[in-house]
């Protein structure tokens, strides 16, 4: 193959993702979604002009990691110490009711299989998916209603980022220990997760430290974003390489190093530009690429309605439940909960990792990409009425 | 090879590149010198810790590509239309007489050629080389002197930018009559490219029309970039696919084509971003990976010297003299000379793409490297003398 022809394949992707992008916003559905169907008919699926390659392929791949970096730099430690033990709390109950009803769901339609069995992990890895709330359609709806800066708004949000960290560390050890060969027993692996934090720890204060002199010194210069990209991609290839850990959780852990300098905002404007300018469409049509639309049958219909109803009522119950023991009054801990069930990219991140280490099939990001839409059309609409029953939170609102 | 050992690799580039980068601008040397010397200090030459993969070819491709994309938007039509006729014949003779000493000087070393010989596009392809002026050492130049408003400064600016599309068609044409096999008569090749260019003249206004509707409605959103993107990589394919002209060329019409409407630099600064941050340093670094030290023998070094000696005093006659025939004083056709004579990036480019196509070999990359640093390395030294001996341009300055 010439190398001029990714030019035709690149040019088709942008164009494709960009336009269904765009009409998707028109209809009020996330972008993405857009991007994902845009892929679906260039793809093998319908008109077939656009196959996936190696380089596309390793393209996404690094459209994958500059949106976990993304969203680790957006990490804000000090506003998460502020809110503090509640929006854990909630975070928790989020994760581990949808792992558990997650997997559950799976097992009631593929059959119940004994822990520690491949099958087993297929089905905790359904959960998986279901753990990381996307919090961006809850705060735009809470921005547009002026919502935001409330206790409540910043506790939704602080629940969904202390969520992503949870649910990298989930994932994490799922996969360490549903794709371990015999000889490495669970112990083993979840003692190398453990390592991969603590060192993450100790190696993150270092490098915050020097991130931090270099950002006094030369702050708003090019050579921060490089080095931050740089440590990012460093740490993605370590996390995988030397501690079977998701590259994508490395990345994230370089963006929630450099969360706290004072260029983290600067640095995460550059890593977006070059996000949505193509990485970003070449990782979203990507996932539309490889969907299997044939493989669609009706149990998998089904499945994807049951998936989508455990989803969210495992997210509103969690986390809403939750928030009511904080002494929220109900129809508070209902927004919570709600503001709380949006999924977006991570969910499709999570799937795409589960599919490349064969945990998966293909036909599963069906489900997930109707997740992504059903929620974030439904959060926005849920969240409008219950603000109209009850326009002034319960609780105190910040200034 | 696992996915994840890309980010390795480009890690690894990230980091040196820019470390080089920032010492080569403190010894005054252009930047991506520094990063095609990290190339050459991590690849096979010395440390052989990265090595070039597809992949990475690739992603440098994509990097040559946006450096064209925003030499084109970089124009401006409307500037270039005032400074006329004299900035046009400067850039032609600044693009013929390098261009005719440079194929005399590789004859001279490796034997006279007959016209029509690949001996002989080799030789015509080494004189392409040195057709190009950047021009970004100057105008740095005489904009800390405060002298680039002036006549003269717009001057050296326009031919600069002239010198880049006569050298982009030349470039188009002994590529296309160079690599055409037995079958394609050189007719045949130079009909192909006049009907590119036509295609683009045209294809351009209705392309040119439709961005400016867009940029009308949309100013500053994303999808203006990644539209003017995404018709870069299309005329790249286009250009290579269609009409067997470099796709460097057709990127560099793309920018030509959307340079003069409102969001052109706000694109550009998005180009921009995705350049330095990763395409970029690929590219440059990427040359440092391929460029064969070893084979740098002592004929090489004396026609390094050599070429070095042809480039500079080419420019400095074929400029300079045409410039005194346009009336200027023959200190100040002097200065339009030394300002011309600098080279960069796209020597590299050009070098880059002869390499490609199998026109001439990596060794040749030394001489052109070697080239940048010292004509980036005089070109201010003797600017500043030329203007300390008379400060005021003869020629009337602008207000």
């Known amino acids: 193959m010439e190398t001029y022809s990714i030019f035709r394949e690149l040019a088709i992707i942008l164009i494709a993702a960009k336009l269904l992008g765009i009409l998707a916003r028109r209809l009020n559905i996330p972008q993405v979604v857009g991007e994902i169907v845009a892929g679906l008919i260039i793809g093998p699926s319908v008109l077939g002009i656009v196959q996936q390659t190696d380089f596309l392929s390793q393209m996404a791949e690094i459209g994958v990691i500059l949106i976990m970096f993304s969203a680790g730099l957006g990490t804000n430690l000090k506003d998460l110490k502020k809110t503090g033990a509640a929006a854990f709390l909630i975070a928790c109950a989020g994760v581990v009711l949808p792992l558990i009803a997650g997997a559950l769901l ?3 339609f593929y059959g119940f299989a004994a822990v520690g069995t491949v099958e087993f992990f297929r089905a905790v890895f359904v959960g998986v998916i279901l753990t990381a709330t996307s919090v961006s359609i809850t705060v735009r709806t809470l921005h547009e209603m002026g919502k935001l800066k409330t206790t409540l708004g910043t506790t939704i949000v602080s629940a969904a980022i202390i969520d992503d960290v949870i649910g990298i560390i989930v994932l994490a050890i799922v996969i360490g220990v549903g794709t371990g060969s015999g000889d490495t027993s669970i112990s083993a692996v979840i003692a190398k997760n453990l390592l991969f934090f603590v060192v993450m720890g100790i190696g993150g204060v270092i490098l915050y430290k020097i991130f931090q002199k270099l950002d006094a010194k030369y702050r708003h210069t090019q050579r921060i974003p490089i080095f931050g990209l740089a440590l990012c991609m460093a740490l993605s290839y370590i996390a995988e390489r030397f501690f079977g850990v998701a590259d994508i959780t490395g990345a994230f852990c ?14 995460d404007g550059k890593i977006i530009v070059n996000s949505y300018m193509l990485f970003g469409p070449v990782f979203f049509a990507g996932i539309g690429l490889k969907t299997n639309i044939q493989g669609v049958s009706g149990t998998m ?3 994807s309605v049951c998936f989508i109803a455990v989803a969210l009522i495992s997210k509103i119950v969690g ?3 939750t928030a009511r023991l904080m002494r929220h009054s109900t129809l508070d801990s209902l927004k919570v909960g709600v503001g709380m069930m949006t999924r977006g990219e991570v969910a499709l991140i999570v799937a ?3 599919l490349a280490i064969g945990l998966i099939d293909s036909v599963f990001f069906t489900p997930v990409i109707l997740l992504i839409i059903v929620s974030s059309i439904l959060t926005p609409i849920i969240l409008k009425i219950l603000y109209r029953r009850n326009p002034v939170d319960t609780t105190a609102s910040n200034p």
Chains 1, 2 share one sequence.
């Open 254 to 267: 370089a963006g929630v190093i450099l969360c706290n300098i004072h260029d983290s905002e600067y640095i």
């Open 352 to 354: 795409q990792k589960g």
């Open 106 to 108: 799976y097992m009631a």
């Open 319 to 321: 986390c809403g439940a």
């Open 301 to 303: 219909i089904l499945f």
